[in-house]
């Protein structure tokens, strides 16, 4: 048999991708991120940080934003906190704003960045709402559900409009006043929307 009637020869596959190359690269870009912002982040500073090729960056992803999007989306689990348990729909809320708002580290920096550019950039508001922002809202939501199935909030709430309500807030106060919200802000969205009203209790004093 020819070579021609054997078909093509099958093709060459290359050098797998080294995950730690690429955990050093995604951490680099956050890293980077935090430090000076979206807009000042180039592929050249992430591939020096991670001191890597500039080559090896674009063999694995085409542009800033694709690797914006895989470290936002890598690092979900350490930009948002976890869900609290403190007993009660306040308490939970309350425990997780301010963590939310308090964190400094690289990563809660970069989330920052990521978040305000968001609003003028098409791409990257895709690339935030695949990751950290679905990350944040299934967070609220399971505190939010969980408040309903302890009987403080009544069963027909509107579970899934309570959990896009604290990330809608601390973006537009962010966009509008261009600062970073803090915790009194946190404070004021729980005692807002997330402190439901006591429910009437006897009076211990009253005669049975």
Known sequence: MTADAAGPAPARRGRPRDPAV??????????????SGYAALTM???????QVGKASLYLRWPSKVALVAEAI???RPDLVPAVPDTGDLAGDMT????????????????????????????????????????TLVDRV??????????????TGTDVELLALLPQALLQQFRL??????????????????????AA?????????
Do not use: C, H, W
């Not at 050249?44 to 991670?50: D, L, Q, T």
């Not at 939501?141 to 009544?154: F, K």
């Not at 970073?180 to 402190?195: H, K, S, W, Y």
């Open 44 to 50: 050249e500073r992430v591939a020096a940080r991670a």
């Open 200 to 208: 009437a209790r006897p009076n211990p004093s009253a005669d049975s």
């Open 22 to 35: 690429d955990e050093s690269i995604l951490a680099a870009a956050l890293d980077l991120l935090g430090e």
């Open 73 to 75: 989306e890598r690092g």
């Open 176 to 197: 509008t006043y261009d600062e970073r919200p803090g915790t009194d802000l946190a404070e004021r969205i729980v005692a807002q929307f997330f402190t439901p009203a």
């Open 95 to 134: 425990a997780f704003l301010t963590e939310l708002v308090r964190r400094r580290d690289p990563g809660s920096r970069a989330l920052s960045a990521v978040a305000g550019e968001a609003a003028s950039n098409p791409e990257v508001r895709e690339a935030f709402r695949r990751g950290v922002s679905r």
């Open 141 to 154: 939501r399971q505190i939010a559900q969980r408040a309903v199935d302890r009987g403080e909030l009544p």
